[in-house]
């Protein structure tokens, strides 16, 4: 992430918190659960020489559990910098305080649930300065990657405990790197020198990475394109846009950002940064492109690059997507789906009301999960929620209906993923200000359950995981 961008963001979630509004950065999460194996009490080893003071405090969470009897999920959060993990295959059990560095943002869990990957400052309240952390789903083996670099974009394999990560320097440079993560340490290798690149994301087989690298508007000259890089280090162009050296003094585009692969890994999906944060902060292009046949990217419009606005049915035929400009989500947030076989556009969106999250069922026949609210012009500041009454929406064949219910001073304002069996949906539902809890609710129908209740400040959430319950 360019410097200035995250300067930007910073404010502006600032300024978001002091509103009272839990709106989340993309930067903060993954987008999408894994299942989870275990989750137990404080242990491992958490010494780091760069990490600063390691975070403690009070063993209780302000976070409370909501239902006592057991339930499918393990659920890593952040309270005031420290970790907690608790474990819901196990009746009545408590958050456990895991001891790491300052957390400032959890990234995810592994492909296989074995571990959790978060991002811990160099000194208490956060810093520029960030490093990565891992710790087992038990709470136990926690120790810091990679103990000599500043990292900027980091993402888990979808096959392997693998991470690939980005790097910078104080001298402007920096690497793009792979960590094996193994108990009680973790093999790391370089896969490109010398910085230069903005982003990356994983081909589904976790064989080699999407890598995006930005204009340069020279000399040297160099045009924005992504290039694939296996874990070997070959590089092949996959794509570039436009001219290095044409004359654009004021506004152009600079860079591929937010990617993402079809499961099947032959469409990649992007926004298109901007070389002006202010702009990109309002909107950005959205663009699909099919690698069989680059040179024809298909233009979806403007939209936001928030992590998780756009989503690839499992079957990778067809792409979801918010488009609508403004940085805020209260107005003119619209849901479209893209079939990439035949390249017909559907509007999905509703007269009136403002769309967020699409998320797809995991089984056939696919269903399409969203958040969907009426849109609130007036929002800003005046209300503790920017959509007041936001609720889930799952459209089917065609068909939307309303799947949550709630009071019209509560925000179901984020997806967070549905069952490994297709049942379940987690969600995020905003209470009052600076209150959130987890719930779950069955796609048939049924009542919601409160899982969690408590406190949550901006940019920290409810990570959970799904996970067989013991019998």
């Given at each position: 992430m360019k410097n200035t961008t995250k300067i930007l963001l910073a404010t502006i979630l600032a300024i978001l918190a002091s509103l009272g509004s839990l709106y989340l950065s993309g930067q903060a999460r993954t987008g999408s659960l894994k299942p989870v194996l275990q989750s137990a009490s404080v242990g491992g080893n958490s010494s780091s020489s760069n990490s600063g003071t390691l975070n403690s405090g009070p063993q209780n969470s302000v976070v409370e559990r909501a239902y006592a009897a057991p339930f499918p999920m393990r659920v890593a959060w952040s309270d005031g910098g420290r970790l907690y993990l608790m474990d819901g295959t196990t009746a009545n059990s408590s958050p456990k305080l895991v001891k790491t560095g300052w957390v400032s943002w959890i990234t995810g869990w592994s492909h296989d649930g074995r571990w959790l990957l978060l991002s811990c400052s160099s000194k208490p309240?956060?810093?520029?300065?960030?490093?990565?952390?891992?710790?087992?789903?038990?709470?136990?083996?926690?120790?810091?990657?990679?103990?000599?670099?500043?990292?900027?974009?980091?993402?888990?394999?979808?096959?392997?405990?693998?991470?690939?990560?980005?790097?910078?320097?104080?001298?402007?440079?920096?690497?793009?790197?792979?960590?094996?993560?193994?108990?009680?340490?973790?093999?790391?290798?370089?896969?490109?020198?010398?910085?230069?690149?903005f982003e990356l994301a994983w081909a589904p087989d976790g064989q080699s990475l999407a890598v995006s690298f930005p204009r340069l508007y020279g000399p040297p000259y160099s045009p924005l394109h992504v290039d694939r890089v296996t874990l070997k280090g070959v590089r092949n162009r996959l794509f570039s846009l436009g001219e290095a050296k044409r004359q654009e003094f004021y506004k152009y585009l600079w860079s591929a950002t937010g990617m993402q692969f079809s499961p099947d890994g032959r469409y990649l999906a992007y926004h298109l940064d901007s070389n002006a944060a202010s702009f990109s902060f309002d909107s950005q292009k959205l663009q699909v492109i099919d690698l069989q046949q680059p040179g024809n990217p298909v233009d979806l419009g403007l939209g936001l690059n928030r992590d998780g606005w756009f989503a690839w049915s499992p079957d990778s035929s067809q792409l979801a997507y918010i488009l609508g400009e403004d940085r805020f989500f209260n107005t003119n947030k619209r849901l479209y789906t893209l079939?990439?076989?035949?390249?017909?556009?559907?509007?999905?969106?509703?007269?009136?009301?403002?769309?967020?999250?699409?998320v797809w069922t995991n089984r056939p026949p696919y269903s399409l999960l969203f958040c969907r609210g009426p849109e609130n012009?007036?929002?800003?500041?005046?209300?503790?929620?920017?959509?007041?009454?936001?609720?889930?929406?799952?459209?089917?064949?065609?068909?939307?209906?309303?799947?949550?219910?709630?009071?019209?001073?509560?925000?179901?304002?984020?997806?967070?993923?549905?069952?490994?069996?297709?049942?379940?949906?987690?969600?995020?539902?905003?209470?009052?200000?600076?209150?959130?809890?987890?719930?779950?609710?069955?796609?048939?129908?049924?009542?919601?359950?409160?899982?969690?209740?408590?406190?949550?400040?901006?940019?920290?959430?409810?990570?959970?995981?799904w996970a067989q319950i013991s019998k």
């Open positions: 309240g956060g810093s520029e300065i960030n490093y990565m952390w891992v710790v087992k789903a038990d709470g136990t083996d926690a120790y810091q990657v990679d103990h000599t670099v500043n990292y900027i974009y980091a993402a888990w394999s979808p096959m392997d405990d693998m991470i690939a990560y980005s790097t910078s320097d104080p001298q402007g440079g920096g690497d793009l790197k792979i960590a094996k993560i193994m108990d009680g340490r973790a093999q790391i290798s370089t896969l490109l020198h010398g910085g230069g690149f079939n990439v076989k035949d390249g017909k556009v559907t509007d999905l969106s509703q007269q009136g009301m403002v769309d967020i999250y699409p012009p007036k929002w800003f500041g005046n209300n503790p929620f920017a959509v007041p009454g936001m609720r889930i929406w799952m459209e089917t064949n065609g068909l939307a209906a309303q799947l949550t219910a709630g009071s019209a001073d509560s925000e179901d304002q984020e997806i967070l993923g549905v069952s490994p069996d297709g049942k379940y949906v987690a969600y995020l539902r905003l209470t009052s200000p600076g209150i959130a809890s987890l719930y779950t609710k069955s796609l048939d129908g049924g009542r919601e359950i409160e899982l969690l209740h408590g406190p949550l400040a901006i940019g920290q959430y409810f990570c959970p995981g």
